[in-house]
């Protein structure tokens, strides 16, 4: 992309300068401006490249939430587990120590009338 001066800028230095002079000066200032835009442009995109987040970056997060949701499960199944064996060692120490609970529970179940 290449940056050209207003046709008034040329024609004001073909005044002062004459055709020749004034052409390659306005060539230098265009090749300027292409460079100076040229290095804007990059330093935009490194600017941009340090800010914002690749496909790659999404990519890692995503796995690495999968793996965080995978423990989550291990971890929910490992609690229910401990809590259903909590729960049926405590029921088995209300009945060893407390022989009215035996009757109560068969009464609950319908074994006894």
């Not at 004459?18 to 995109?45: C, F, M, Y």
């Not at 199944?77 to 120490?93: E, N, P, R, S, T």
Request: hydrophobic content about 50%; proline content about 2%; charged content about 30%.
């Amino acid at each position: 992309m290449s940056a050209t001066l207003p046709i008034r800028v040329y024609e004001a230095l073909e005044k002062r300068l004459g055709k020749e002079e004034a052409k390659e000066v306005v060539e230098a200032i265009e090749t300027s401006i292409d460079a100076i835009s040229l290095q804007r442009k990059l330093e935009v995109k490194d600017e941009l490249t340090k800010e914002l987040a690749t496909k790659a970056d999404i990519a890692r997060l995503e796995g690495e939430i999968q793996t965080v949701r995978q423990e989550i499960q291990t971890v929910r199944v490992d609690v229910i587990g401990k809590l259903k064996l909590y729960f049926l060692i405590l029921a088995f120490i209300i009945i060893l120590f407390n022989p009215g609970a035996v009757n109560l529970i068969a009464k609950l179940l319908g074994i006894i009338r």
